[in-house]
């Protein structure tokens, strides 16, 4: 079936061209919202060959997982024929909880706190390509850097390593504005004001402010009540919120003919005043918060807090995939780039897809055995994907829908987490995992290689546990079913 076949079925079942509103992508879905729920065929666009699973957790919104790739050159067909992608409108964050069945006995509040994570990843999952460039190239760089200590005096080493902090710097060092910029095209407002906002966020006048009002610490700057960059992604992102609220406040009041001269001048003296002296030390104080919390738990001198760390964290990730939180942890990856300049939880959690991988193959043979070839057939169109770090085709197309595996996956995961953490392997970037972030688990402090061997040593760890526990707990007459 070609991707304009997909697209044409997947449609039908959607209730039809003229019931979908918006279509975009992540990396492995086709996100789409819907004019009528109940116009949609779950169990018929299950059924489609090629379309691995379905997250249809809120009224009018839909996920499609079709894997990595496929998303996107879905996406660009639905342009093609006319239905909108902005974003910010193919995400909603409404729930119609008397409808959302399974969450009654849960109430409201474990939702909100889902959707509020859901809006940072639909903030910074657009950023994803330019933080895996990023992380992807600070890696080689640092590989290089430490297989050739002399890599100065060779003039193509040089260049390269060059040309690859460049584009590292071109990522991290405007990490503010991006996501300044992408938060106020998710909130609605001008997008380049967004990204005004947060540039200014780590701009040298910052500093200059605060030593005119005394809150500078000239003997440790870091520990300055306001300095440059003080609040990070996460003061960028809490300021463009109340940024767009005042634009649109302002734009409201503001003659037509006046709009487009005054309204973005206005609208950043007045935002500038509370962001500067409130919104960026009350989120540098959270900031400080959450990596205190991550330096005792993933980063403790005691080996055992480590080796527990690594494993619940690692364990707890498949649900929280599931759920579409997952997402919701970039800005805690963002504070900690910040502070500590790499990402100590990720390579823990990053194990989860590969017990995954684990857990399938021993579904995979158990699936033989008893003359399941449907699910074979899943399972090798999965795996590849699984290897290689994307874990939704495996999660949605076999473990999920199965149950105890997405179980025994994460019991497996758990293991390599642990080693992980426990060998401190640290990441220049979050964003890629399984086979594919090994030139990014670079970071750390004992060296780029042990991180490198550490990280792979690792997802051989968790293969192997999430095979041994799902293929003793899983029976056959369970996947003779599936």
Not at 43 to 63: F, N, Q, S, T, W
Not at 110 to 127: M, T, W
Not at 163 to 187: K, Q
Not at 375 to 384: D, E, S, T, Y
Request: hydrophobic fraction near 50%.
């Amino acid at each position: 079936m070609t991707n304009e076949e997909l697209v044409k079925q997947m449609l039908e079942k959607l209730g039809g061209k003229d019931n979908v509103r918006s279509a975009t992508n992540c990396q492995t879905r086709l996100r789409v919202q819907v004019t009528e729920d109940a116009k949609i065929d779950e169990a018929g666009l299950k059924g489609i060959d090629g379309v691995l699973g379905i997250v249809h957790d809120r009224p009018g919104y839909i996920e499609v997982v079709v894997g990595p790739g496929k998303c996107r050159k879905c996406a660009d067909i639905c342009r093609d024929m006319g239905i909108p992608s902005n974003a910010a409108d193919a995400v909603s964050t409404n729930n119609d909880w008397k409808t959302n069945k399974s969450n009654v006995k849960s109430g409201q509040k474990p939702n909100k706190v889902r959707d509020l994570l859901k809006v940072f990843g639909e903030i910074f999952v657009p950023l994803i390509p330019g933080v895996i460039a990023a992380g992807l190239c600070a890696g080689i760089a640092t590989l290089i850097r430490q297989l050739a200590p002399g890599y100065a005096d060779s003039t193509f080493l040089n260049v390269i390593v060059s040309l690859l902090s460049l584009i590292n710097a071109a990522f991290l060092s405007y990490l503010t504005a991006w996501a300044g910029y992408r938060a106020a095209e998710r909130f609605g407002g001008t997008p380049i004001l967004g990204g005004m906002l947060g540039m200014i966020t780590g701009l040298d006048g910052i500093n200059t402010i605060s030593q005119a009002i005394g809150w500078f610490n000239e003997d440790i700057p870091l520990d300055s009540i306001l300095r440059s960059g003080r609040g990070g992604v996460l003061a960028a992102v809490i300021g463009v919120y109340f940024m767009v609220k005042i634009e649109k406040a302002i734009r409201k009041k503001m003659p037509d003919s006046l709009d487009i001269v005054f309204t973005p001048i206005l609208t950043l003296i007045v935002t500038l005043i509370p962001y500067i002296f409130v919104v960026m030390p009350v989120c540098g104080l959270i900031s400080s918060g959450l990596c205190w919390i991550v330096q005792v738990l993933c980063m403790s001198d005691n080996i055992v807090v480590r080796i527990i760390s690594g494993y619940v964290s690692a364990a707890l990730f498949l649900p929280m995939v599931a759920m579409g939180m997952h997402h919701g942890l970039v800005a805690l990856y963002s504070v900690q780039l910040e502070q500590f300049g790499y990402v100590m939880l990720y390579p823990a959690l990053a194990m989860a897809g590969a017990g995954q991988v684990g857990a399938a193959i021993a579904i995979s043979r158990k699936a033989k055995k008893v003359g399941n070839e449907r699910l074979r057939n899943v399972i090798r169109g999965a795996l590849p994907a699984g290897f290689l770090g994307v874990g939704e085709p495996l999660i949605y197309g076999v473990t999920l829908p199965m149950g105890k595996p997405f179980i025994t996956a994460g019991l497996g995961a758990g293991f390599g987490g642990a080693f992980a953490m426990a060998t401190e392997v640290a990441a220049t970037t979050w964003g890629p995992s399984g086979l594919l972030a090994l030139f990014v688990m670079t970071a750390g402090p004992h060296g780029a290689v042990q991180s490198v061997l550490c990280y792979a040593i690792g997802l051989v760890i968790s293969y192997i546990m999430g095979f041994i526990i799902t293929n003793a707990m899983v029976k056959d007459e369970e996947v003779a079913n599936a």
